[in-house]
Nanobody, 118 residues
Framework: QVQLEESGGGLVQAGESLRLSCTAS????????MGWYRQTPGERREMVAE???????TYEGSVKGRFTISRDDAQNTMYLQMNSLKSDDTAVYYC????????????WGQGTQVTVSS
């Protein structure tokens, strides 16, 4: 079972940048999709960005043009580059991966806090 661990969260001011990292415990070759979700208190967890094995990416509307998802298989690491951060981006960010199987298996990291002060 692959385990995921996020890093890179923190406190920044609006307009600044952060890069989140998600490191897998072993090769990411078996992962069909990787991505980032975020959650604020009392709200549902929402997809921020996804990267499929065929190179396709999807982004939540409010982050398009500001966030970029990428992966480095040699480092077993996925990244989320976040630019022009806004206070609305404040949330706990979770690394996510899925193996389509069947059955579909979902993997989650423990989350990392991103706080953007206005």
């Amino acid at each position: 079972q692959v385990q995921l661990e996020e890093s890179g969260g923190g406190l920044v001011q609006a307009g600044e940048s952060l890069r989140l990292s998600c490191t897998a415990s072993r090769s990411m070759d078996s992962l069909d999709v990787m991505g980032w979700y975020r959650q604020t208190p009392g709200e549902r967890r929402e997809m921020v960005a996804e990267l499929f094995n065929d190179g396709r990416t999807t982004y939540e509307g409010s982050v398009k043009g500001r966030f970029t998802i990428s992966r480095d298989d040699a480092q077993n690491t996925m990244y989320l580059q976040m630019n022009s951060l806004k206070s609305d981006d404040t949330a706990v960010y979770y690394c996510y991966a899925a193996i389509f199987g069947p059955p579909i298996r979902q993997l989650w990291g423990q989350g990392t806090q991103v706080t953007v002060s206005s």
